[in-house]
């Protein structure tokens, strides 16, 4: 389609995704193409000691040049020691690269949605994403310190802006998904991890009133409609976060419905 990444997250005893190990992931897509990056979106560096993800990760930028991306982040962990991990990331798979003005040192990025992990990467030359479909506020600010930081460490910043998306070829399909994915979201939040509802089994559902409020309030951090509505917004976000980059996802539960909607979006914003 004409993607120029495709990342794998991290998730733990969740039927919602089949993502636990996303270095095996990346390996297995690296193996399956040519050209497109692939990474890990992000490795929860606090469960591991930097050396364990740079030998997995140097290895198979060794088997694939170039191609690999090393994304980390922390989630809710707390990890005393993953400032001191992040720059040792950055610097042994440095050696690995040759210097890049399209991509960070290492290619490292570090995952972040509150801000206060923004200007690590910045004095580092990592690249830093911000995940708007986790906090769909105050981004802007963390961006502005993330490339701030990097301008007075002499690097080149390099900012993604991580948007969750719906979309269809029609309002009302687009507004069909967005409900479904909605409603998972709302009962995860609420205890029940299971599988994205389809929308037929969404249309049956009857929410309560917690529900229908906690739903309001994620529908803030998703971007729902048709494909030229979705660009407008995706464009405008960009432009107010200074982002290089948008790395796009949606969740349903059919995958045509999902390979429809990056498909679309492609036609969209890739020349």
């Known amino acids: 389609m004409g993607y120029h990444r495709i990342w794998f997250a991290e998730h733990h005893n969740s039927q919602s995704f089949a993502s636990a190990a996303p270095e095996i992931m990346t390996a297995l897509a690296l193996e399956r193409t040519t050209r497109i990056r692939v990474g890990t979106g992000a490795i929860l560096l606090p469960f591991y000691p ?25 989630a809710a962990l707390s990890d ?6 992040i720059a ?34 910045g004095t580092l030359g990592a690249g830093y994403v911000h ?15 993330y490339r701030e930081a990097a301008r007075r460490s002499g690097h080149t910043p390099h900012t993604v802006l991580a948007v969750r998306f719906v979309t ?20 995860k939040d609420f205890g029940h991890d299971g599988p994205i509802p389809s929308t ?21 951090a998703l971007i729902v409609g048709t494909p030229a509505k979705v660009r ?13 980059e948008l790395m796009l996802n949606t969740l349903t539960s059919d995958p ?13 914003l890739i020349d």
């Open 168 to 187: 269809a070829k029609t309002e009302e399909q687009a507004q069909s998904l967005a409900e479904a994915l909605l409603l998972w979201r709302v009962r």
């Open 80 to 85: 005393p020691n993953y400032a001191a991990k």
């Open 131 to 145: 995940g708007h479909f986790l906090r769909p506020t105050g981004g802007e600010a963390a961006t502005s310190a």
């Open 50 to 74: 930097a050396q364990k993800v740079t030998e997995t990760m140097g290895l198979l930028s060794a088997v694939h040049p170039d191609r690999v991306d090393t994304g980390v982040g922390r």
């Open 88 to 121: 040792a990331l950055v610097h042994e798979l440095d050696a690995g690269h040759a210097a890049s003005i399209s991509e960070p040192v290492g290619r490292v990025w570090v995952l972040g949605a509150g801000g206060s992990s923004a200007p690590l990467p």
């Open 200 to 220: 037929a089994t969404t249309a049956r559902y009857q929410w309560s009133m917690p529900e229908r409020a906690r739903a309001k309030e994620r529908s803030q």
């Open 256 to 268: 045509e419905d999902r390979l429809n909607a990056y498909g679309l979006m492609a036609e969209q």
């Open 232 to 244: 407008a917004e995706l464009l405008a976000l960009a432009d107010a976060h200074g982002a290089d």
